[in-house]
């Protein structure tokens, strides 16, 4: 007996969504804006001045704005949000994909040196007090939704990272601050549980973005050979295809997601 295959199209969840994905004119965030675009949401681009955002929209057209930020001011994330609901008049996702990190020991034995508190300072401003800042200021803007039938009316995804779990050597300030994101995610869904706000974190592997493709041949050849399958660096669209996954899927509330290729993070 001959089987015949119907393909079927999948349902278009995010057609008529506002998104604001802070980072979004490089590496992860980037990677969203162009997914959530060609899956026919409206995308605000966040991201600081200096970045490729304004190139973007001119790229990507009128379905984006771009509003330069700075994660970790009130001002710059307050005047998103009126701009936000000025151009588009509702917000339904946040993608919290803006991070930086540093690297440095405890202590270098060799140059008599402690690891800097400016920089632990710096890492943990961006990666926690940014995150934090655009959820507690973005929260009011998607409470105005209409809540669906589920009593639904916004998403919140974060970015945290493997590194949460098993840090390496040098990473003690961007484990922390990772670390940190993945324990505000129960909280937070806890918090916005009454109000139909659902939060949930994804915690990235090694992924292909211009940070790593800044290194040398021979460490990103290395890179590449950690990950158990497939053994390669992610792309940047596979991160956005769970970010789409989390918006679709009602179900995902609360939860750490990895997303790796089964790495585990040697010393």
């Known amino acids: 007996m001959l089987f015949r295959t ?16 802070t980072g979004g004119a490089s590496g992860l965030g980037l990677g969203v804006v162009r997914r959530f675009v060609k ?15 304004s190139q973007l929209t001119e790229e990507l057209g009128s379905s984006t704005i771009f509003t330069p930020m700075d994660v970790t001011s009130e001002q710059n994330v307050t005047a998103a949000m009126e701009e936000i609901e000025k151009k588009f008049k509702q917000l339904n996702v946040i993608v919290n ?12 034995f060799n140059s008599k040196e402690a690891h800097r508190l400016e920089d632990f300072t710096k890492v943990f401003n961006v990666n926690v007090m940014g995150t934090f800042n655009v959820i507690r200021l973005g929260v009011p803007l998607i409470y105005k939704n209409e809540p669906d039938e589920d009593g639904q009316r916004g998403v919140i995804i974060n970015t945290s990272s ?9 990473q003690v300030a961007y484990s922390a601050s990772k670390g940190a994101i ?27 973005t211009p940070l790593l493709g800044s290194l040398p041949e021979k460490v990103y050849a290395y890179l590449k050979k950690t990950v158990p399958f497939p053994a390669r660096l992610g792309n940047p669209d596979e991160f956005a295809q769970l970010t789409q996954h989390i918006v679709e899927n009602k179900y995902l509330n609360g939860e750490v997601i990895r997303l790796d290729g089964a790495l585990r993070m040697q010393p």
């Open 162 to 170: 493997v590194a949460a779990f098993e840090g390496q050597i040098g």
């Open 97 to 108: 994909a803006a991070g930086i990190a540093v690297a440095h020991k405890i202590y270098n």
């Open 6 to 21: 119907f393909h079927i199209p999948p349902l278009a969840f995010l057609i008529g969504l506002v998104a604001l994905v």
């Open 39 to 53: 899956e026919g949401a409206k995308v605000v681009i966040a991201d600081l001045p200096r970045s490729k955002g």
């Open 182 to 208: 993945v324990g505000m995610t129960l909280p937070l869904a806890r918090d916005l549980a009454k109000p139909g706000i659902r939060v949930v974190t994804i915690a990235p592997g090694i992924f292909d």
